[in-house]
């Protein structure tokens, strides 16, 4: 493939909004109150419509015939790049929102960052998932702070997630091989410049929540190389199941 | 308020009605006439939120993104038309959170149709086509019932349920014009949600009971037989053009009334679902109890941090 590491590029920002996406939508139905279950059916909703600007893109760059569902339910575990905060499971709404806002507040950055890509397709895609994501952060920040400043329950689970999930956070600003050379084009965003600012707003939004800064000096990474936790695998199988058992099929 | 008063408020209330014209929450009603309206909203929205689970439970494996993305928006519309309408009849004096206990504790009933289970993709079609099909049918006469705010809600959900019939009806066509094995999986579908799409439209006339006064209500203005002759003379041209066969063997044109005759419904299926017993009222409602009760710190949570909220800016006011 000529644009090898454009496609690369584009997997690793979708992946992201893909397994995200399918975390959220696992809750559809189950969630806590009837607005908060539309919320994050809505979430849902907006990551898969961006998930699909960005593998018709990649599908159009590979040029092979592949089309957004191949790439997006064919690879192999593997291949699927996101980073480990996004696969983190559904353990109660805690975990939820933490996942959600950790991985919003660095989204959002990024977005901003990408709308002016020389690539123009990636900077209308960012221009375009960069209003829905601010919703999502504004959502995912005050049901942080509501859950941080609630009740004494609430706040022992909402800090019970932030240190869990706080080891995946490192990975976020990890640069690929792909991210590299992107930033080298004027293509890609430089996500290490996201850093000191992203642990900056993280940090006052929980103090203001009442919660602890966890002090772990200790990251997990490797999704960005395909070297996931055990849970993306049973996610994957749901993903997958339709297009594994019934190949080459139109739906 | 003397029986006498009360009497003639009751006459010109029914005049109203026979007008045409909408009872507004503030306006005096008789109290059968809340309790019914109360009831029947009620379990309107109970079966939207109900109807999110057998759907629901393809969403994380919806066959393609396009599939998938129009699912979420689809359950999410009915998450929507549940909100709407428990605010709907929040207007007669009936809290969301007394019609939840009333679901919950099995004394609220919601559509009959949400306790079969969903067990492959094509389930999806089949619920948009028959089960959305049938829904419409049952709710378009709503639209101009006599209760505001119930009719205008109404008039959205309308709107929606019929861009999720032809959602549902696309989802067929594409199966019944795929591979054999799509074929198979969508007349199979086909076969399971029939009958009870059919039991939907309710009883047998002669054993309706609400029938009589909710016509003087405009809460119905056909009855559930004719409801149900509607459906199948509207659902069979369907079929026949998508190549799917109809699984009743007794379903056949009548020429003299212009309409299909068809078989027996299973009644007995009927009541057992009703009461309680069907594939998977257990489940549905597990599955409700359960999210309301894990949900319940969630909601304690916003309710203390917004009266901290209210609290601070009191002081800072002071």
Known sequence: MKNQYLYNYILGIADNSLILGQRMGELCGHGPSLETDIACTNISLDLFGQVRSYFQYASKIAGDGRTEDDIAMLRKEREYKNVLLAEQPNTNFAYTIGRQFLFDVYHLAFLKELQKSTDLTLAAIANKCVKEVSYHERFSSDWVKRLGDGTEQSRQKMQEAIDDLWTYTDELFHLTESDKEMVSQGIGVDATLLKDAYYNSVKELLEEATLHIPDSKYFQKGGKKGIHTEHLGYLLSDLQYMQRTYPNMEW | ?318
């Open chain 2, 1 to 318: 308020m003397s029986e006498d008063q009360i009497k003639s408020l009751e006459k010109e209330f029914e005049a109203r009605i026979a007008r045409d014209e909408k009872i507004e929450p503030k306006d005096w009603m008789p109290e059968k006439y809340r309790e019914t309206h109360i009831r029947q909203m009620s379990q309107h929205a109970h079966s939207e939120i109900v109807g999110m689970l057998p759907e629901g439970n393809w969403i994380t494996r919806a066959p393609s993104l396009r599939r998938k993305v129009a699912l979420l928006a689809k359950v999410q519309d009915e998450a929507g038309h549940g909100l709407y309408l428990y605010s709907a009849t929040e207007t007669l004096g009936a809290s969301r959170e007394e019609l939840y206990d009333q679901l919950h504790t099995g004394k609220a009933k919601y559509s009959s149709i949400f306790n079969y289970p969903t067990l492959t993709w094509a389930d999806m079609g089949a619920i948009g086509w028959l089960v959305d099909g049938a829904a419409i049918i049952n709710q378009v006469p709503l639209c101009n019932t006599s209760y505001g705010p119930y009719a205008r809600a109404m008039i959205r959900v309308c709107k929606e349920e019929s861009f999720h019939q032809r959602q549902g009806f696309e989802i067929m066509l594409k199966l019944a014009n795929g591979t054999e094995e799509q074929k198979e999986m969508a007349q199979d579908a086909l076969n399971r949600w029939w009958w009870p799409s059919l039991m939907m439209l309710g009883p047998t006339d002669d054993k309706s009971v609400h029938t009589a006064q909710s016509m003087k209500w405009k809460l119905k203005r056909k009855t559930n037989d004719e409801l149900r002759q509607q459906f199948i003379d509207q659902t069979v041209p369907q079929a026949d053009l998508i190549g799917l066969t109809i699984p009743d063997p007794a379903l056949k044109w009548n020429e003299e009334r212009g309409s299909y005759d068809f078989g027996e419904i299973d009644w007995d299926e009927f009541w057992q679902v009703v009461k309680g017993h069907g594939p998977m009222n257990k489940e549905r409602m597990k599955a409700r109890v359960g999210a309301w009760e894990r949900g319940e710190w969630v909601r304690d949570a916003a309710m203390a941090y917004a009266e901290k909220a209210q609290n601070r800016k009191e002081k800072q006011a002071v």
